[in-house]
């Protein structure tokens, strides 16, 4: 039988590429094992720093509000990690502190995993908790704001990276590719302000 008669003949033929659909954004957000356990990681640690401030605070109003003082804060502390850290030269001695896998990440933007390691960033979560709990709920409210932002600043990140084509928010993604192509500037990922406020700004 001619190979044309047995396509049109067939019941179930097997589906063309070009009609294959493209994964979700959810699914190519989660696709690498790595970033489904940061996500969910912080998405945990988050919720639980968060419960447990206002679980103990007699002003649970306030504790909030010391919660979206983290979250703000999150922008200003991305930015001097990012700026003053992340890009230290190869061999410092400070470079295990995240700057030699950022480096790397610069080499090979398209390398997975993207997100940051969680042997790295969980004990200084842990450590930052601690302390918050000896000073008081709002303390604890305001790390977990901190964590809260964190994970914003993970999820834009790789999705600036997997998602080239149908990013949710653009401008997020065209302001940190353009700090690939010029490591001096655009240091803020959840938020442009310290790249404006500091003079840092992506050239155009």
């Known amino acids: 039988m001619p190979h044309w008669a047995a396509v049109l003949l067939d019941p179930n033929p097997a589906p063309s590429r070009e009609h294959v659909p493209r994964p979700s954004r959810r699914a190519r957000l989660l696709a690498d094992a790595a970033h489904r356990r940061c996500f969910t990681a912080l998405a945990v640690v988050a919720t639980l720093l968060l419960v447990a401030a206002l679980a103990s605070a007699d002003d649970v109003t306030g504790s909030a509000g010391a919660w979206g003082v983290g979250l703000v804060a999150w922008t200003l502390v991305e930015y001097l990690l990012h700026r003053l850290l992340f890009h230290l030269p190869r061999r410092h001695l400070l470079e295990v502190l995240g700057a030699r896998q950022h480096l790397d990440h610069h080499d090979r933007p398209d390398r997975h995993p993207i997100s940051k390691p969680m042997h790295l960033t969980l004990p200084a979560i842990a450590i930052a908790a601690a302390t918050a709990a000896l000073v008081g709920p709002p303390a604890l409210a305001v790390v977990a704001g901190l964590v809260a932002g964190y994970l914003g600043y993970e999820l834009l990140h790789v999705a600036a990276h997997v998602l080239p084509?149908?990013?949710?928010?653009?401008?997020?993604?065209?302001?940190?590719?353009?700090?690939?192509?010029?490591?001096?500037?655009?240091?803020?990922?959840?938020?442009?302000?310290?790249?404006?406020?500091?003079?840092?700004?992506?050239?155009?």
């Open 165 to 204: 084509e149908d990013h949710p928010l653009p401008g997020v993604q065209r302001w940190h590719l353009a700090h690939h192509r010029d490591p001096r500037s655009g240091f803020g990922i959840t938020s442009p302000v310290w790249d404006h406020v500091l003079g840092t700004t992506p050239r155009r």
